[in-house]
């Protein structure tokens, strides 16, 4: 599950990121409507935490615009410190799922989202599986030839990713922007190191040492024999 967080308080939004990530999802973020619609032109997001109070715009504008577009709609959850029952009906008239009132209980954010993702046409989790493995999105617990492998939130990003590929070349590129959590490691360094340690852990855990193929001057794969 992928986050858009539309939030313009540095503070605010660097929380919203650090608990996102702790509870497991992948996360970008934004500090105004525009750069907002900006992320969501050209990525697609499962819901967007929506702050009403931008600097440029207001959360209603953003949402609105966003609901006219013939592309990929994700969920909408507004947040804002505004309670009244007038902007409540209008951020559901405009297109928002679902409102929390700052300042917020984390738990119940937490319980929000969930209940808003599961609502959308889709599970929560789909298992991903390939040869040995199994792994749920959003967890970091592995599942190598039935027995638990731990991952750290990071090695768990990228190999679901990779899962998700089926075998197709991930780009170094892609598997830095997509295993952002809030926390991310930007550089290509980190990222070798990251796939050093996974391919240790799934090598001591009895697969394949070349299970996760390096793509000279791309990125990475899995092994299209997924052979444990």
């Known amino acids: 599950m992928k986050l858009l967080v539309v939030e313009d308080d540095p503070t605010l939004q660097a929380a919203l990121l650090r608990l996102l990530g702790q509870w497991g999802y992948g996360t970008e973020a934004a500090a105004s409507g525009w750069e907002a619609l900006a992320w969501l032109d050209r990525e697609v997001f499962d819901l967007v935490l929506l702050d009403l109070g931008l600097p440029d715009t207001d959360g209603h504008t953003v949402c ?3 609901r006219q577009r013939a592309h ?5 959850l507004m947040l804002t410190a505004r309670d009244s029952r007038g ?6 008239a405009g297109g928002a799922d679902d409102y929390v009132v700052k300042p917020f209980d984390p ?3 937490r319980a929000r989202l969930a209940a808003l993702l599961r609502r959308a046409d889709r599970p929560l989790q789909n298992q991903l599986s390939w040869g040995p493995l199994l ?5 970091t617990t592995l599942q190598v030839s039935g027995q638990p492998l ?22 170094k590129a892609q598997l830095l922007h997509g295993s952002g ?5 930007v550089g290509e360094d980190s990222l070798r190191a990251h796939i050093r340690s996974l391919r240790c852990k799934l090598t001591a855990a009895g697969c394949a040492p070349g299970l996760i193929e390096t793509v000279y001057g791309l990125g990475y794969r899995l092994a299209l024999t997924p052979a444990a």
Do not use: I, Y
Not at 87 to 92: A, H, M, R, T, Y
Not at 150 to 171: D, F, H, I, N, V
Not at 181 to 185: I, L, M, N
């Open 72 to 76: 990929h709609q994700p969920l909408v």
């Open 107 to 109: 738990d119940l954010l």
């Open 135 to 139: 792994l749920q999105p959003g967890q």
């Open 87 to 92: 902007d409540k009906l209008q951020g559901f």
């Open 150 to 171: 731990e991952l750290t939130r990071k090695e768990a990003l990228l190999l679901e990713l990779l899962l998700r590929a089926q075998g197709s070349s991930c780009s």
């Open 181 to 185: 959590d809030g926390r991310r490691e």
């Open 64 to 66: 609105r615009q966003l």
